[in-house]
């Protein structure tokens, strides 16, 4: 009787065992992957109220170097926004106030020349010429105040108004001069510096100043070119880092398990899935038939954590690479809280805890940004 016992307990044993997952030798490699997804505005319109328009101010200096204004007026594009000629939400306004040289030097120093013992064996000047070169300007945002206004901004109820020898009234497409401000404003002030340095040349300042002389104005204009294009290039950064729905595509990795056994085959089918659909991921559409296509992967994903549930390292490579690969996911899926789940439970793996501690400090991040947005996606309509 107890020899019958004994059997039935090992055979009960033997099955158990042999139901068990086989942990297979496993490296884990980095797999990277694209995705598309919008960076949300620091202030939210209603997508109804999403319409601009946009002006080019140039001060006489810069109108007679650019006199094109709408090459300038057509970088002050607002991603997501409508720009519309009558009663828009937002109006932007451009001045570039000031441009000019500020002076100009010839610097000079001495070069000696010495043998292996020290001693003077040829001792001259290089002379070198630098001009400096200055520009001003301010980028206006006149809006509702209600609407549009960040608590931190800068207000202008009313511009100041300041006598300048370079505005004078023109006209030339989007060019305007002395526009009023009388609504609530936000601004960025643009002050830049530039500096041109010929170059050095021996024993003589003649040849510099001569060379200089002769390109004086195409230097001049250059500088007046670059100051113009980085006002409306930083005017363009501004305004979409305060209202737009900016399109960013962000590179990332996902960790797949690197075996030749059938769970390697399995994993690399999934991981390749994976970054095909995200591929299919558009900035300015929703990700409703992402998600549906991404659920079969994340009961793959989900799985693994009870497939491989042993202590050994295998298994908690495994079960990494599941609770990792599942945070991701869940943060491109704009699903912030069940990424800090994933990032908790790869903490709790006690396999490289900091990658745990880094996807909840992103999903916090991504939490902060949809409550002050008023949001839950950053995939939103645009016009």
């Given at each position: ?35 598309s997804l919008q960076r949300l505005p620091e202030v939210v319109v209603p997508f109804e109220k999403r319409t601009y328009n946009s002006t080019v101010s140039l001060a006489q200096s810069i109108y007679n170097v650019f006199p094109d204004a709408n090459v300038l007026n057509n970088k002050l594009h607002i991603y997501g926004w409508k720009r519309v000629e009558q009663n828009p939400t937002l109006e932007v306004n451009v001045k570039l106030n000031e441009y000019g040289q500020s002076g100009s030097k010839i610097n000079s120093e001495i070069v000696e020349n010495k043998d292996k013992d020290g001693n003077v064996k040829e001792r001259y000047t290089l002379y070198q010429l630098v001009a400096d070169y200055y520009g001003s300007g301010v980028c206006y945002v006149n809006g509702l105040e209600s ?237």
């Amino acid at each position: 009787m107890k020899n019958k016992l004994l059997l039935l307990m090992l055979i009960s044993v033997a099955s158990t065992y042999a139901q068990k997952t086989k942990t297979p030798k496993v490296d884990l490699d980095r797999y990277s992957f694209s995705i598309s997804l919008q960076r949300l505005p620091e202030v939210v319109v209603p997508f109804e109220k999403r319409t601009y328009n946009s002006t080019v101010s140039l001060a006489q200096s810069i109108y007679n170097v650019f006199p094109d204004a709408n090459v300038l007026n057509n970088k002050l594009h607002i991603y997501g926004w409508k720009r519309v000629e009558q009663n828009p939400t937002l109006e932007v306004n451009v001045k570039l106030n000031e441009y000019g040289q500020s002076g100009s030097k010839i610097n000079s120093e001495i070069v000696e020349n010495k043998d292996k013992d020290g001693n003077v064996k040829e001792r001259y000047t290089l002379y070198q010429l630098v001009a400096d070169y200055y520009g001003s300007g301010v980028c206006y945002v006149n809006g509702l105040e209600s609407d549009v206004t960040p608590p931190d901004a800068e207000k202008v109820s009313k511009l100041e108004s300041k006598v300048n020898r370079f505005l004078q009234n023109t006209t030339n497409g989007a060019v305007t001069l002395d526009k009023s401000e009388s609504k609530s404003t936000v601004r960025k002030n643009f002050n830049l510096s530039y500096q041109y340095s010929s170059e050095k040349v021996k024993n003589s300042s003649y040849e510099i100043e001569k060379n200089y002389r002769m390109s004086k104005n195409d230097i001049y204009n250059s500088y007046a070119k670059k100051f113009s294009n980085e006002v409306a290039d930083g005017s363009f950064d501004f305004i979409n880092y305060k209202y737009g729905f900016t399109p960013e595509t962000y590179n990332d990795n996902l960790w797949i398990i690197d075996s030749e056994d059938e769970e390697g085959k399995i994993q690399k089918e999934a991981i390749d899935a994976v970054k095909v659909i995200f591929n299919t991921m558009k900035a300015n559409e929703p990700i409703d038939d992402i998600k549906s296509k991404m659920q079969p992967l994340i009961e793959y994903f989900e799985s693994l954590k009870t497939k491989y549930n042993g202590d050994d390292k295998g298994s908690k490579k495994i079960r990494y690479s599941a609770y990792f690969n599942l945070g991701k996911i869940y943060l491109y899926l704009d699903m912030p809280e069940k990424t800090i789940a994933e990032g908790e439970g790869l903490i709790a793996n006690d396999y490289d805890k900091k990658d745990g501690t880094n996807l909840i400090n992103e999903a916090k991040r991504l939490i902060t940004v949809f409550e002050r947005t008023k949001l839950n996606t950053r995939h939103n309509k645009i016009h």
